[in-house]
């Protein structure tokens, strides 16, 4: 038992030995070049995507013991914590003052344009119409466009000597929007966020009981510990991965929001495969929380938690969007709301926000 254990988590074993050479080797490869701190931080890039992958699949088993809605909420908050955690290391290694703005603001057109695109498009080809519950679409695409409007469109219109007030504001609506939300994710508006597949019949053979439930219960403690481990491995490989990918791009004609969209492509790997597979699966309940949820938890947590940093610090960011981002956000949104209206998805809905994805790609790569 315990040597399948560890082979299974070989990756976040692997992770160990590899976060103590970059933290020592540090020094030597920042004299070695750009060159090699770019290799550095590109291999470090996909180690932390690996781990992160194991901490969503220790979620997936939780969430898949507690069910819907609270399964998917667990999914997207251990990728908001995932995201947190590297932006905050990150923020210490940079001077971007817009790095969480351009962070939040990649990680909702991957998720919203991106994963359930992809996953809209896919699972259309295959099945056709797919099914869900259109209050979670409504409720989420609401929730989501009054928290970035507050948090990063308003701020465009407050005086820079006033910040801090808008600030403690912002964490405060942040924190009520959420408590609100949760209380109806997890409570008498449940159903709103779940959808009634048709059973499957269990295989034969398959362990019923309390050995099974005992076995179950085992699985569960290992990856709450799995994934606390997994995080705090994350946070020490993201420390050094900053280092190096700030020294490879500094100089260099490299879009300016590359560093924002790495760490929200980072947070966001592993609910792509979760979104994918559940597409192909017909269960595209599961897809639009994972990727509207996790769109929503990325704004209304990530934002309290920098601006709280920026009170503290005395430093503040800019958060507030370009005239770009904020067309693309609102297109973004304002296809959602007439998508998921319907309480079907179909493939020319899913190639809509794909093609809004590829457009954010464009945009990227031309300065914008």
Known sequence: MAGSILK???????AIP???AAYMAEHAIFEAGKTASLIAAIALIGLIVLVSMRVAHHAEILAAKVGDPYGT?????????VEVLILAIIMSESSSPTLVRD??????????????GLAALLGGLRHGEQPYNDDSGKTYGVMILTAMGISMIVPEFIPDESWHVYSAFTIVAMIALYALFLKMQVGPHSYFFSYAYPRKAHPAGQQSGSHAEEEEEGSVSLSIGLIIAGVV???????SMAAFLSQSLEGTSAPPALMAVVVATISASPEILT????????RMQAVVNIA???????VILTVPVMEGIALYTGQPFIMA??????????????AAAINLNDGETNAIEGMTHFILFATFIMLLFLGL
Do not use: C, H, K, W
């Open 233 to 239: 491995l994350i946070g020490v490989l993201a420390e």
């Open 73 to 81: 909420m667990i999914l997207t908050l251990s990728a908001v914590a």
């Open 275 to 282: 979104a994918l597979r559940s597409a192909l699966r017909n």
């Open 103 to 116: 962070t939040i603001y990649s990680a909702v057109m991957i998720d919203i344009n991106g994963i359930l």
């Open 321 to 334: 969007m370009t005239p770009v981002q904020t067309v693309m956000v609102f297109i973004t949104l304002i």
């Open 8 to 14: 299974q988590e070989r990756i976040l074993l692997l």
């Open 292 to 298: 509207m949820g996790a769109s929503l938890s990325t």
């Open 18 to 20: 590899a976060a103590i």
